[in-house]
């Protein structure tokens, strides 16, 4: 088992920034993917950013590409989410997930272990 503690969400208005921490426990893997997933109300839960272990790439979901980065320090098996000019519509809950490569951060896994999430509000 793995479990994941999120932190760093709250409110900001247009433009502003938050920066989301997740921190894995338990079974970890330093090969297993990490990243972050999003659900708004009466949407679909979607992959917003993932990190690979294996070197590839981050992956970003279009809506996020040059406003968000992920990071990741393996020494202390936590993934960051910097979250920059802030819009509405990036209002969810932002859940963070690990799970065994091979990853894919296009739609969530059931074989993925996810956090709790934390609320993430823009006003305008």
């Known amino acids: 088992q793995v479990q994941l503690m999120e932190s760093g969400g709250g409110s900001v208005q247009t433009g502003g920034s938050l920066r989301l921490s997740c921190t894995a426990s338990?079974?970890?893997?330093?090969?297993?993917?990490m990243g972050w997933f999003r659900q708004a109300p009466g949407k679909e839960r979607e992959g917003v950013a993932g990190s690979y272990a294996s070197g590839i790439g981050p992956y970003y979901a279009d809506s996020v590409k040059g406003r968000f980065t992920i990071s990741r320090d393996s020494t202390k098996n936590t993934v960051y989410l910097q979250m920059n000019s802030l819009k509405p519509e990036d209002t969810a809950m932002y859940y963070c997930v690990s799970g065994t490569p091979p990853c894919t951060f296009h739609k969530p896994r059931e074989s993925y272990y996810w956090g709790q999430g934390t609320q993430v509000t823009v006003s305008s």
């Open positions: 338990g079974n970890t893997n330093s090969r297993n993917c």
